[in-house]
Each structure stands twice: as C-alpha cells, then as structure tokens.
C-alpha cells in the first residue's frame, strides 16, 4: 500500500473524521506533502497538529493563523528554512523539528515564548540559534546530530533549561558554558571529540551524564547522586557507599500528550518514564504520528 497523496489545498479525506473527535488534533504524518494544505491553516481551534516524514519542503506565513496550537510535528521532513509566521504562535509548547535540512532559526523564533521542548536534532546546525537564548521558559533542548563545536557564554541565560542533548556534534572540548547550568538535570554528550572533563561538581542538579564514545580515558569527577554512562562508569558508580541510583531516561521520550512530560524529561521515576508507550504516545526516538 502506497502513502496517501493529497491535493495542495484541500485537507485530507479522513480529516474531518479527526476533528469530530472534539480533540482538536490533526494527523498527516506519513502522506506525501511538498506543502501544507493552506486548509489547514484556517483551523483556528486545532491544538495539536502532526505533519512528520511527509516530504514537506516549506510551511506558509499563514501557519500563524494556528493560534491555538500546543504542539507541532515537523521532523523528518525537507524544511531548509522556518517562515516568520511560525514564530508568531502564542501558545506553542512543543515543537519537534528533528530531521530536517536547516541551517540556522530566524530571528523571530525568540518570540515563542509558551516553548518547553525543543527538538532540532539531526539538522545542519553549525551554531548555537542565539534566539533561544531569550526561550528562558524552554525545559527540554534536544540538539543532537548537527556541527556545533561550541556554545555561547549567554547559555545560562536559559535558567529553565532541564535537559540538554547534544550527542553526535563535534565538540573538541567541553564547553565552559556548561559548568555554569547549575539547574540542569540530564546532559548528553554522546559520540562528540571530547578528550577530558574538568570537575563537574558545579552542577548541583545533575542526574544523568551521558560521555559515551568520546576519546577519554574514564568518567568525570561528579557527585555520587549522577548516574554516569560511558567509559569506565561502571566501575566508578561501583566504588560508590550508596547504591547505584535508578537511571533516568538518557534521551527524552517523544511528546507526552499532558502536563507530565517534563518531569519525565527530568528524570520522573513514574512507570510511564520507562515503560511501553500507550497508543497515544509517541514512542522513543520515533516520529511523532509514524507510530510505534
């Protein structure tokens, strides 16, 4: 069975259908789209719209018409630039732009102030998008797989900042800017060019600390309260006089639907943390609306 194609316009046949529900929740992830239906972007109630791996190229101006939008999936698309008028959505929570082609954000994009989650993975991103670092809302950054080598001095500006993910970038040296994110509870330095670490104390949050695949030598100086995965981790936490703590979920999982997303980004102990996704849910390292 092929994937569905619509016509640019119009919205899907099932839509309709979808929006019967009263959840006000639209799902085109999966079909061919080279646009998105401009249909679309006169649902002025819809909350939550999917629209991953579907071959999108570019989002109209009029996506700001959404005003009401919590949540949006685009990853897994072929989006080189974000329009302005995707920054103008007051409400938006959760934004998933994983897997896609783009270069930088726009300027505007500081004005998404309602931003908890940000995932950006898997994009070409030499620089750190300075506009998020006016997002001092924004809880989960997900920013693994792109080019950064360094961080700005301004990233504890982000003081709510609670997960950090940047595995798979070409960090040479840990950046300093970090030892100064005292609220932070996972960080992710996954496959980066990291040789050493300096003391790791200064963060005081910290519950998870992910250095695996890295040039170095063994684990980092840390409080006996982190969970450690990389090389010689095991033994270190060994050595410890309390008992290995219970590891948080290292990447986040993909948009909880309700308000206990963050405390699963932040390490929630809750069987929802770890367990199967629910058929509402958005499984692990999965495109939202693709399933499980």
């Not at 595995?167 to 496959?191: C, K, Q, S, T, V």
């Not at 990389?230 to 979920?249: F, K, L, N």
């Not at 999982?253 to 509402?280: K, Q, T």
């Amino acid at each position: 069975m092929g994937i569905a194609e619509s016509t640019p316009d119009e919205l899907p046949s099932d839509a309709e259908e979808q929006l019967r529900s009263g959840e006000q929740q639209l799902e085109l992830s999966g079909r061919r789209l080279r646009r998105l239906p401009s249909a679309v972007c006169a649902l002025s109630r819809l909350q939550k719209l999917y629209v991953s791996g579907t071959g999108l190229r570019e989002l109209p101006e009029e996506i700001e018409e959404l005003r009401e939008l919590r949540i949006l999936a685009l990853d897994f698309n072929k989006l080189e630039r974000l329009p302005d008028g995707l920054c103008r959505l007051p409400r938006l929570t959760r934004l998933y732009l994983g897997g896609n082609r783009l270069l930088a954000l726009p300027p505007d994009f500081a004005q998404l102030q309602s931003l908890r989650c940000l995932w950006i993975e898997g994009n070409f991103l030499r620089r750190f998008p300075r506009p998020l670092l006016r997002l001092v809302a924004l809880q989960s950054l997900q920013m693994g797989d792109n080019r950064l080598r360094a961080l700005p001095a301004e990233l504890p500006r982000m003081t709510g900042l609670r997960g950090l993910w940047l595995y798979g970038n070409r960090f040479e040296e840990f950046p300093p800017a970090l030892l100064r994110m005292g609220r932070l509870h996972i960080l992710d330095l996954d496959r980066n060019r990291l040789g050493g670490f300096p003391d790791l104390h200064p963060l005081r949050a910290l519950r998870v600390f992910s250095y695996d695949h890295n040039p170095v030598t063994g684990p980092p100086r840390v409080a006996d309260t982190v969970f450690l995965v990389g090389e010689g981790a095991v033994e270190r936490m060994a050595e410890r006089d309390e008992p290995i703590p219970r590891p948080p979920p290292r990447r986040p999982v993909r948009a909880f639907e309700d308000e206990e997303e963050e405390d699963l980004l932040i390490g929630g102990s809750g069987p929802r943390a770890l367990g199967p996704a629910r058929d509402n849910l958005r499984a692990l390292e999965a495109p939202p609306g693709l399933g499980t």
